[in-house]
């Protein structure tokens, strides 16, 4: 079983940024795929982005890349998502989910994710 829980969301302005993190339990964290989502409000959740197991392998939603960085750092058990020149449009609840598989390549499915954080509200002003 693996725990996570997010932490880092807030108010900003557009054009500013935020690192959020998502903390994990267990000692299998370094073995597993990590993935950011979100949803907006009314809106079903979307992939951000993911990162595999080592952090040599990342992928992101092709509507994000290059605002948004995704890593990882297994020793504190921690994945990361760096979010630069924000727009009210990011505004979401964020959430991490984990693949309980080992070893496995990041993925934009949300149905290969077994574990799921409570989220993470980022608000973004115009």
């Known amino acids: 079983q693996v725990q996570l829980v997010e932490s880092g969301g807030g108010l900003v302005q557009a054009g500013g940024s935020l690192r959020l993190s998502c903390a994990a339990s267990?000692?299998?964290?370094?073995?597993?795929?990590m993935g950011w989502f979100r949803q907006a409000p009314g809106k079903e959740r979307e992939f951000v982005a993911a990162?595999?197991?080592?952090?040599?392998?990342?992928f992101y939603a092709d509507s994000l890349k290059g605002r948004f960085t995704i890593s990882r750092e297994n020793a504190k058990n921690t994945v990361y998502l760096q979010m630069n020149s924000l727009k009210p449009e990011d505004t979401a609840v964020y959430y991490c989910a984990a693949d309980r598989k080992y070893y496995m390549d990041p993925t934009a499915a949300d149905y290969e994710y077994d574990y799921w954080g409570q989220g993470t509200q980022v608000t973004v002003s115009s």
């Open positions: 990162i595999n197991w080592s952090g040599g392998s990342t």
């Open positions: 267990g000692r299998t964290f370094s073995s597993l795929a």
